[in-house]
């Protein structure tokens, strides 16, 4: 009756490997209704608030002032849905982790993949692949609605001026990374709701504060405001950024600024990861 | 199988398992008992690679749980019922599990249907019952077809029915030639599915054999006499070293000595007896007895009343008395 070897079927040599973690997430991501919700979110709002802001833009154009119109940058105010998009895909990187935690759900799959930096990385790669491609086609399908309706009520732009490549492209990485750096705050937090405020936080109640200290000590700091890098990399110009209350840093150097955030927030996710208990 | 080694987990000073070692073999049922917060789950999520243990180590078939090549087809665990997320069907909870260790689709519905959860695959898991809940993690064990089995509390939640289930599903997947480890607070229902025993108190290894010599050992196993001269008898008795109490409608209640030396001492004295009846304790009792020493919180502090006559609970009292 005792058997010395264990009674399985058929065990494949070798071992597990990461594209079996990877398959996993996205089944794991892909059958749950708040990615849909938040992608939906994302397109909507990040779409429709370019709609409003443009035609809003158009119907005014005839009463602009001078500096209005110097600053005016077409780019930018079609991106504007973006401020939108960037919370609902904060949140699904949140969630991507986050509900792991909050379900108990993290105990099967790290039962499944006893490697934890596997199942972090796993997430990183099958979540920022999702949304790099809903930020890149929000930020392209609202350029060019936005100039559509621009069209013929202000000056618009087209992808070949300088610049504006950069600037819609950049409005999807941006998005990409903030929402791997919403992922990597979850895994240090684990908690969704605690993540989510924390992200908002540093979002959007972070530069206010910032813009609250005198010019001396809030200029420095606030480059380094994620909210002030997208800004940054959504216009064509210097000028042109929404936060232009505060100096930024030149596009790619801020992209380089909020990847760095991102690998941080990741690598001491997965740190903490591997040492506490789950 | 399954080999523990001095294990040993705290949580900020309060020590959840203290230096546990047990074996988990092949083809038996395995029950884990102790009363609650003894720290069983702690050690089965050791075993899964989940809690770190602070010392001491414990092997799935020779290697730590984290070095399977295979995860999901070497041990297949239902740790807690709600591991679950709420918003995903049982089909793509299982999937996901799957695809990790390369586990065919087929397999999902395979073990949906032995679990009985066809009908529901598609649904929401956050609409289960506790019942269908703890089938799920059930089948979610299940799915790698593994050698090695551990189980939380699989009865927990259950109606009669899904008891009977999962019990004669424990001795199956023995049967078939798996360590199974199972866990419970509940003596009686270990008396009908495990081989072989390994209980805790506080975290301590307090006995670890087969389910009848757990009960034989148990000091509650008492011999019912019925004589004309019970006086006599009993002053025989205790003179022997025997403890006599008078037990219902006259008889006595002798423990501490066999039926075969009480009807020895009564013929020696030539003292004629009416009754002579070997009372089997029940593992209720046998687990209440051994585990008084070691409950978390008990009313009575006075002391052990009897347990120092036994020698594995005097090991956890005496452990106690130290710190």
């Not at chain 1, 105990?107 to 796993?122: D, E, I």
């Not at chain 1, 209350?245 to 990847?259: I, M, N, Q």
């Not at chain 2, 089965?44 to 799935?60: F, I, K, S």
């Amino acid at each position: 009756m005792v058997a010395t070897a264990p009674v399985v079927g058929t065990v494949p040599t070798g071992r597990q490997h990461f594209t079996g973690a990877l398959r996993a997430e996205w089944t794991k991501l892909r059958s749950v209704r708040s990615t849909l919700w938040c992608v939906a979110a994302a397109v909507v709002g990040g779409i429709g608030i370019g709609i409003l802001a443009t035609s809003s833009e158009a119907s005014t154009w005839r009463n602009a002032g001078i500096i209005e119109v110097a600053l005016f940058d077409p780019t930018s105010i079609s991106l504007t849905g973006l401020l939108f998009g960037q919370l609902a895909i904060g949140v699904l990187g949140v969630l991507t982790m986050s509900a792991e935690y909050g379900t108990g759900t993290i105990r099967a799959t790290l039962g499944a993949v006893p490697r934890r930096p596997v199942v972090l990385l796993a997430k990183v790669v099958v979540f920022g692949t999702l949304a790099l491609a809903v930020s890149e086609a929000i930020s392209f399908a609202a350029f060019f609605i936005g100039q559509a309706i621009l069209s013929g009520s202000t000056p618009t732009a087209t992808l070949s001026q300088p610049g504006v490549a950069r600037a819609v492209v950049g409005g999807g990485l941006y998005l990409t990374v903030l929402g791997l750096v919403a992922l990597g705050l979850a895994t240090i937090i684990r908690h969704t709701a605690g993540t989510i405020f924390t992200f908002v936080a540093i979002l959007l109640i972070l530069p206010l504060v910032v813009a609250a200290f005198p010019a001396k000590y809030g200029h420095p700091v606030g480059k380094f405001l994620p909210a002030t890098i997208g800004a940054a990399m959504t216009a064509t110009t210097a000028r042109g950024a929404h936060q232009d209350f505060l100096p930024s840093f030149p596009p790619w150097r801020g992209f380089g600024v909020l990847c760095a955030y991102a690998v941080a927030a990741l690598v001491v996710g997965g740190l903490l990861m591997i040492r506490r208990d789950p | 199988m399954i080999q523990a080694r001095g294990l040993t987990k705290h949580y900020g000073s309060t020590v959840a398992v203290n230096d546990l070692s047990f074996d988990v073999g092949a083809g038996q049922v395995t029950g884990f008992l102790g009363p609650n917060g003894s720290g069983k789950s702690t050690t089965m999520r050791m075993v899964m690679g989940l809690d770190r243990p602070d010392a001491g180590g414990v092997t799935v078939n020779g290697r730590p749980y984290r070095a399977l090549p295979w995860p999901l087809r070497e041990v297949g665990a239902l740790l807690e019922s709600k591991a679950i997320h709420p918003g995903r069907s049982a089909t793509n909870h299982l999937w996901a599990l799957a695809q990790t260790n390369d586990i065919p689709r087929a397999r999902v519905d395979e073990v949906l249907e032995l679990v009985g959860l066809s009908s529901v695959a598609g649904k929401r898991a956050g609409k289960f019952s506790l019942g269908m809940t703890q089938r799920l993690g059930i089948a979610g064990a299940l799915l790698g077809d593994p050698g090695v089995l551990l189980f939380d509390e699989p009865v927990n939640g259950l109606d009669p029915e899904g008891i009977l289930w999962v019990r004669t599903l424990l001795r199956r997947l023995a049967a078939e030639g798996r360590a199974v480890f199972v866990s419970s607070h509940l003596m009686s229902e270990m008396a009908l599915t495990a081989d072989h025993l390994v209980v805790i108190g506080r975290g301590r290894l307090i006995a670890d054999q087969p389910v009848a010599q757990f009960v034989a050992q148990s000091s509650h196993r008492s011999v019912r006499v019925r004589t004309p001269r019970p006086e006599d008898l009993s002053a025989a008795l205790f003179a022997a070293g025997a403890r006599v109490e008078p037990g219902d409608d006259g008889a006595l209640v002798v423990t501490g000595m066999d039926a075969a030396a009480i009807g020895d001492l009564a013929a020696e004295r030539a003292i004629a007896l009416h009754e002579l009846t070997p009372q089997a304790a029940s593992l209720e009792d046998a687990f209440m007895e051994l585990t008084r020493s070691s409950v978390e919180f008990r009313a009575d502090e006075s002391g052990p009343t009897g347990t120092h006559v036994h020698g594995a609970p005097t090991v956890a009292g005496s452990a106690e008395v130290e710190r």
